[in-house]
């Protein structure tokens, strides 16, 4: 019997030393989505997009990878949680800023920060804030991508038509919502080509690989891409299993051959 315990307690102590392993894992995964709305024969638009830090210092290796092709970074919630010291999200943004401008969705740990020390963090890094709000770039002088960004589900303040009142009927549309939930309250007259999301972890710790999310992936619901991510960081505990860690680099272009 303490044969077997000592086995048992050892394979425990591999485990986790495997499941914090896995949690620090730097993983840029690579989309390319194809869309009616994009203009043909126009050059792809590639971004970077991130959720769920929470505590993780971001390293630099995965923004260096990504910087030079993508034009601009979004950060689908969870920058951060309770007791992460502000100078480390802030030194985060500083990282991302390197790609270009960055622009922020809130998710449900982030309004355990200090709402005003937070927003002095994004002034001072030039942070573009969208809670319910839309803000644009452009594919060429006149087509746009609209990045629709709505509060976070729990606060019970997303406003999708809030967010649309600034949007064009022929503006490309991206919507990020912190909470993959945000997909069922979506109208075909919304017109939402791609949602990008976070939240889930993709489980975080999936025993013999069940947990009560799905891991993270592409799905196309209606005729929305759905991007819902592992995330980066963890929350209660810094360990993973079976749900690795992401970042994405994503290229949208045009489906259709120039005329």
Known sequence: MFAFLSIAFLLGIVLLMYMHYE??????????????????????????????????????????????????????????????????????????????????????????????????????????????AADFVYVNGKKRIALIGVDDL???????????????PDDLRILISHNPKMIHQLHEWDNIDVMLSGHTHGGQIRILGLSRYRRGGVRKVRNVIHLISNGYGTTLVPLRLCAKPEAHLITIESSRRPS
């Open 154 to 168: 729990t606060t019970e303040n997303e406003n999708l038509d809030e967010a649309l009142q600034s949007v064009q």
């Open 23 to 132: 949690a620090s894992l730097n993983r840029l995964i690579r989309h390319r989505f194809l869309l009616d709305e994009y203009p043909a024969g126009e050059e792809p638009c590639t971004f970077f997009f991130i959720s769920d830090i929470h505590r993780r210092k971001i390293d630099p290796r995965l923004v260096e990878e990504a910087t030079g092709e993508a034009r601009f970074a979004i950060i689908g919630g969870d920058l951060l949680e309770k007791g992460v010291p502000l100078s480390r999200t802030e030194e985060n943004l500083r990282l991302l800023k390197k790609i270009g401008p960055v622009f922020f969705v809130w998710g449900n740990n982030d309004y355990e920060a200090d709402g005003e020390a937070l927003a002095t963090v994004f002034a001072r890094t030039g942070v573009r804030t969208l809670r319910n």
